[in-house]
């Protein structure tokens, strides 16, 4: 148990609907970092933010954007949603920008599935 | 990926050694990691090691890093069914911090 939770853990779209997926950080920390995991595939990044701020972004078009609240909980939004976009998302919250990995704690993941 | 690769499938013996490879391209790579991923589930920090290093071992554990060859290994002493996972290299580099670059992963097959 880490202390980071997501929701919901499933969900299943239409092709061209948008979705929103949240994040709960751990106590304490004030980074959220996104992930996409393609099946059969190691995570890619997909965005960090930092007291709010967006600190960084991956090689992922506009339709995916997020938001970081004051109480660091953050949210994915994707908009018009394609096949491709079917993957586990994966929240990491951190305390801090830099060496990520070595305090960094995941989440369980959001299960997206788009038809 | 960006360029962190590891081989697909791995099986070994219960009680035996596993050890999973992985090789990367950048040279500024900072930190090195070993996450592992059950099934249906988020991703777990195994261990970690600084680039200035060559070894790190945490009890079962043990990382070798081979920074002229740009390879990492991560050996398993006494594998266990419970070890049965898909176990991912990642990196994060010195011009991006923020962010975990990962190989595509490795599943660990242990039989009984």
């Known amino acids: 148990e880490t202390g980071v939770t997501q929701s919901p853990t499933h969900l299943i779209k239409t092709r061209g609907q948008q979705v929103t997926l949240r994040c709960s950080s751990q106590?304490?920390?004030?980074?959220v970092s996104w992930y996409q995991q393609a099946l059969g595939q190691g995570p890619q990044f997909i965005f960090q933010?930092?007291?709010?701020?967006?600190?960084g972004r991956g090689n992922f078009p506009p339709r995916f954007s997020g938001l970081q609240f004051p109480n660091y909980s953050s949210e994915l939004n994707v908009n018009a949603l394609e096949l491709d976009d079917s993957a586990l998302y994966l929240c990491?919250?951190?305390?801090?920008?830099?060496?990520?990995?070595?305090?960094?704690?995941f989440g369980q993941g959001t299960r997206l599935t788009v038809v | 990926g960006e360029d962190v690769e590891q081989s697909l499938f791995l099986s070994v013996r219960e009680g035996d050694s596993s050890v999973i490879n992985c090789t990367y391209t950048?040279?500024?790579?900072?930190?090195l990691y070993w996450y592992k991923q059950e099934p249906g589930a988020g991703l777990q920090l195994l261990t970690y090691?600084?680039?200035?290093?060559d070894m790190k071992q945490d009890q079962r554990l043990t990382v070798l890093l081979n920074k002229k060859d740009k390879h990492l290994s991560l050996r398993i002493a006494d594998t266990q069914t419970g070890d049965s996972a898909i176990y991912f290299c990642?990196?994060?580099?010195?011009?991006?911090?923020?962010?975990?670059?990962f190989g595509s992963g490795t599943r660990l097959l242990v039989r009984p």
């Open positions: 090691i600084f680039s200035n290093m």
């Open positions: 106590s304490g920390h004030n980074t």
């Open positions: 933010y930092y007291r709010e701020e967006e600190n």
């Open positions: 990642a990196e994060t580099r010195m011009d991006s911090s923020y962010k975990l670059i």
């Open positions: 990491a919250s951190s305390l801090g920008q830099g060496a990520i990995g070595t305090e960094a704690f």
């Open positions: 950048d040279s500024s790579s900072t930190y």
